[in-house]
């Protein structure tokens, strides 16, 4: 018994549900000016970035996350340029989307500076010297202001946020308004994609509401989901473009040698496990009716949960 | 805070994670001659089978679960007309298989009455009736010595076991010894299914290993897996041929209306999502080497966790 | 770890220390029209009765709680007679007031009768017949009040209460307002006792405000406490009266001897443990300038929590 | 729900009771040659040094543990001048020792040179400056092996010890064998103290049984008890001398006063409630008949547990 792990975080999915995680050490511990910030090692896990309670990345599958939410939508986009991402503190995202040969910029807005201070100090293998790169552009203001006074036309749009919990800095930017400018900045052939939030049968309100959400606004929606283990299951993303799809597995297989990317998660297989939804998710997510709006905001706090 | 739920149910996943279950009731709780048996309602997934500390199924998902163990085997194989169950003391891997039309015969050994007895009283919605059908032979034995004096021939063998723990009843129906013995009790045109325990990153040393032992017994092998929320995380499941492999979705969908079935989970599309296996769980799984034998039996305490 | 109890009654203590208690067995589980109601067995403290979440007794320690809250104040007057109960759904504080052999009349108000009915199904241990002497009249009102309207005097009033929650069956009763009416229904050798919650260092607001609440109506008032190990730890109780203290410890075992009480923790020496009040209890009970009012009530989850 | 604590340190009670603190932030995590040491500062507690999972001091009762394990015995005594300790790593045993003005000598062995380490660190005021002290000796040794060869009497010898868990550094400083030299090493009007575990009726064994084995080797053998909230509820101790008992609560105080101490836990009246035992408490611990012995050690973990 005196071996048993004896220090534990509570990760609460829902008010009747919990994951625990043994944990080996606080690396690191407090406050940026928007939310609470913790880097955790667990004993199952290695290091997990925390935001406000909530494991963003693990040492052991954001490769898992990180792959699944840039690159179903870089290489849907046959040369892809010119890339905007809203959050993603890690840098994580960022490394992801460079890696693509085809980058000219990426322009990256995370509102909170003091989250990308903490990880570049405590986890520097995550962004591996991309908010060093010369065609990065990083910026700590508000996404959402930024891309509505912008004029700039992106070929993807990188949704790498936290998830919205009431006055949290993220809920504004899950709403059908923020959808119609990000709509607006993407050029004809562009494609978004957004992380949704579980994807877990048992708690899908976040995922199928932003799926409906998207549907108001753009014509292709695809809901896809990957396992993150550390999330505590299947977790949730959309890519929505003006008309473009994802090629077939074979060609995305080609893509990414093309590229010059050495994936560990996403191939053509993999793509066909992601978005190959299975039939009661299929049918929560068509039969949502929820429209996420400015006025009737999301919380996964409270309402969700 | 008095309305938070107060009694809860510790799922070890492994050594380093938890998974808790908020406790609504007790619904039933005792000991069979092989292990501990309970029925609890939580708050999350309804009434849950609980042997050993270990949920076997909830009201929430077990269709998830019983329509993935039992309808790609049955729906591979063209006419299955004999069906053999090991386990399964619920009924409702028998009432899947009953579903098709074809069934003529269906052989279920579970070594522990005291299981189905209890199912029958507290969860009859599971079986179905199932249980009564004239079709069913219902055993209370070991199924191991059943198959290996058995003359008979099967079209399918579904494995729907507890999972392999030290002393428990079922480790000996997971060893090579085994399997061929299943290998021999399938017609030619045959197909056997077997539960494989955990399928998420952090722990798949039982799926793995199950995986490559059959390997080791059958030409054609094919792993599978589903999210089980209640479980905490997908689940591994495996075919098992002497040459059959699964028909196109088109095929899985039209086979399943000819056969008069009204699934819930599977179909077409979530066969795709569950036969796609991802790249690092295809690595994990073909870089096994672990070969369970009876000599060298798996348990998932204390070796796997 | 097959072996290790897994289902677990969180007992939150405060906001930063809980007490879990391994489940055995919920035998009963319910509502009344005021509260939650359940009886759970633990492992460690047998049957315990818990209450919108919070332990009221348990089978291993109610000896403990029900002969602190009874005898110090019954075997301080000389001879009591007639005494008064608020609360006590157990029955177990009525069967120690009726083991004194001079009392002639036990008037019981307990506002729920769901709780009675419960325990005497559940727990009619607690009460041993107690209900059904004849010196017992139990009614089912609002005991603040029947002594407001009620003309009689008693020689003991005892407060056998939930803790003060919001919109709980009891906040009422711990205030000044209602202390007064108690005081006016005392005999002139008249005592009262109270439980008084947590005792424990970490967690004195309802223990000090209680305690401070009382010297704002009566001459005398005497903290004390028990360790109850089912409550997490040392309880506190208060004793008032118009003068009257309680006897040496040598005539208290007298007392006890001539009144045929058998008791398993109360005892001259005992008496000695419980009003010898530490140091720093005593100087947090004395600075607490908090009175109870019915403008100010005093609620334990929020505030004092 | 996002202010909720997140992280909690398990402190396991016995098999069936566990109390969790929530975790503020892990101030130290290492390990030494003997054992695994934290300092985590938790909410309720503030930083609270933890060997081997245990929690043996808190900055919220600190005093009241070191002064309960100090005092009744140095008050005890006259003219206390050479004092012994073994264990008390943090210095606050003999921060409280040196406090006596009639100390001339405190010889100090803890065998784990790296706790003292810590604590001089992180808690630096725990010691305040005893450590420095120029009539301390401190060594690091094992304490046993030093007073069977030692020809040094004691007018007191204090057990400032961690619990006796299988192959710890402690367990062979609880036997009979190792009380006798301590008898020996004591001067003729020279008493022991000793810290003997938890005290609460729901877990005595090792409380009761060092009582006995106390009282096979000493004429007077006192137990004694205090509520030491972070450890989960009472704490015992043992008061062992050749026929010396303590003074009078009155002459406690005076006591207090000549020798020039401040004290925040300990007086006259707190004496009182410390050496006077509830009945149960009494009746178990007369009733035990183990005897620790060298050949049969009393394990807390396991044996007790």
């Given at each position: 018994?005196?071996?048993?792990?004896?220090?534990?975080?509570?990760?609460?999915?829902?008010?009747?549900?919990?994951?625990?995680?043994?944990?080996?050490?606080?690396?690191?511990?407090?406050?940026?000016?928007?939310?609470?910030?913790?880097?955790?090692?667990?004993?199952?896990?290695?290091?997990?970035?925390?935001?406000?309670?909530?494991?963003?990345s693990?040492?052991?599958?954001?490769?898992?996350?990180?792959?699944?939410?840039?690159?179903?939508?870089?290489?849907?986009?046959?040369?892809?340029?010119?890339?905007?991402?809203?959050?993603?503190?890690?840098?994580?995202?960022?490394?992801?989307?460079?890696?693509?040969?085809?980058?000219?910029?990426a322009v990256?807005?995370?509102?909170?500076?003091?989250?990308?201070?903490?990880?570049?100090?405590?986890?520097?293998?995550?962004?591996?010297?991309?908010?060093?790169?010369?065609?990065?552009?990083?910026?700590?203001?508000?996404?959402?202001?930024?891309?509505?006074?912008?004029?700039?036309?992106?070929?993807?749009?990188?949704?790498?946020?936290?998830?919205?919990?009431?006055?949290?800095?993220?809920y504004?930017?899950?709403?059908?308004?923020?959808?119609?400018?990000?709509?607006?900045?993407?050029?004809?052939?562009?494609?978004?994609?957004?992380?949704?939030g579980?994807?877990?049968?048992?708690?899908?309100?976040?995922?199928?509401?932003?799926?409906?959400?998207?549907?108001?606004?753009?014509?292709?929606?695809?809901?896809?989901?990957?396992?993150?283990?550390?999330?505590?299951?299947?977790?949730?993303?959309?890519?929505?473009?003006?008309?473009?799809?994802?090629?077939?597995?074979?060609?995305?297989?080609?893509?990414?040698?093309?590229?010059?990317?050495?994936?560990?998660?996403?191939?053509?297989?993999?793509?066909?496990?992601?978005?190959?939804?299975?039939?009661?998710?299929?049918?929560?997510?068509?039969?949502?009716?929820?429209?996420?709006?400015?006025?009737?905001?999301?919380?996964?706090y409270?309402?969700?949960?």
């Open positions: 018994m005196p071996n048993e792990p004896d220090k534990w975080f509570f990760d609460r999915i829902n008010r009747n549900l919990m994951q625990l995680h043994a944990i080996e050490e606080i690396v690191y511990s407090g406050t940026t000016k928007f939310q609470k910030i913790e880097i955790i090692r667990t004993g199952a896990f290695g290091k997990c970035l925390v935001l406000d309670s909530k494991i963003q693990s040492d052991f599958d954001e490769f898992v996350y990180h792959e699944s939410l840039v690159h179903p939508t870089l290489l849907s986009h046959p040369n892809p340029e010119r890339v905007f991402i809203a959050g993603g503190g890690e840098g994580a995202s960022l490394r992801e989307i460079l890696a693509h040969k085809t980058i000219k910029r990256m807005i995370d509102i909170d500076e003091g989250v990308i201070k903490v990880c570049k100090e405590y986890l520097p293998e995550y962004s591996k010297g991309a908010f060093d790169d010369r065609r990065t552009e990083l910026r700590h203001e508000d996404a959402r202001a930024y891309l509505e006074k912008s004029k700039e036309s992106f070929d993807a749009i990188i949704m790498d946020l936290t998830e919205p919990i009431e006055e949290g800095p993220a504004l930017l899950y709403t059908r308004e923020f959808y119609r400018t990000v709509n607006e900045r993407l050029t004809p052939n562009g494609l978004m994609a957004v992380q949704a579980c994807a877990s049968m048992v708690e899908l309100l976040n995922f199928s509401a932003v799926y409906q959400t998207l549907k108001s606004v753009f014509p292709v929606v695809l809901p896809y989901q990957a396992d993150i283990p550390s999330f505590g299951g299947p977790w949730g993303f959309c890519l929505a473009s003006k008309g473009v799809t994802p090629p077939s597995p074979e060609e995305i297989d080609k893509r990414t040698a093309a590229r010059g990317l050495a994936l560990r998660h996403y191939d053509g297989t993999t793509h066909q496990y992601m978005f190959s939804i299975s039939k009661p998710l299929r049918q929560h997510l068509e039969r949502q009716t929820r429209i996420i709006t400015d006025k009737e905001p999301l919380y996964i409270g309402q969700g949960r």
